[in-house]
């Protein structure tokens, strides 16, 4: 089973910033497609920003174009979610996954493709 271990979240007040981490020790992420996905209270876990392998191509969901940022740092296992200019609709749990052979916007698309999860991290936005 993949381990994937989250951090980074926190509360913050509309406006402000986060930057999320996940390690994924198993892999070597130079290989593999990575993304953020999150699910806030009664909804279903979506696809927030995803970047493939090589990071050549990196998608976006609307509602954080131009406010998030994914990266990774491949020598180190991690992959990071920048955000900036949160607001409370951002509130959730974020977790990360990986995957191959699937273009980003496909991966952040297809959420419940992955079976593996790490515990997440919480983000919460309010004033």
């Known amino acids: 089973q993949v381990r994937f271990v989250e951090s980074g979240g926190g509360s913050v007040q509309p406006g402000g910033s986060l930057r999320l981490s996940c390690v994924v020790p198993?892999?070597?992420?130079?290989?593999?497609?990575v993304g953020w996905f999150r699910q806030a209270p009664g909804k279903e876990r979506e696809g927030v920003s995803c970047?493939?392998?090589?990071?050549?191509?990196?998608f976006y969901i609307d509602s954080v174009k131009g406010r998030f940022t994914i990266s990774r740092d491949n020598a180190k296992s991690t992959v990071y979610l920048q955000m900036n200019n949160l607001q409370p609709e951002d509130t959730a749990i974020y977790y990360c996954?990986?995957?191959?052979?699937?273009?980003?916007?496909?991966?952040?698309?297809?959420?419940?493709?992955?079976?593996?999860w790490g515990q997440g991290t919480q983000v919460t936005v309010s004033s």
């Open positions: 996954a990986v995957a191959n052979h699937i273009t980003p916007q496909a991966m952040c698309a297809s959420p419940r493709a992955f079976i593996s």
């Open positions: 198993e892999f070597t992420l130079e290989n593999f497609a």
């Open positions: 970047s493939s392998d090589g990071d050549a191509t990196t």
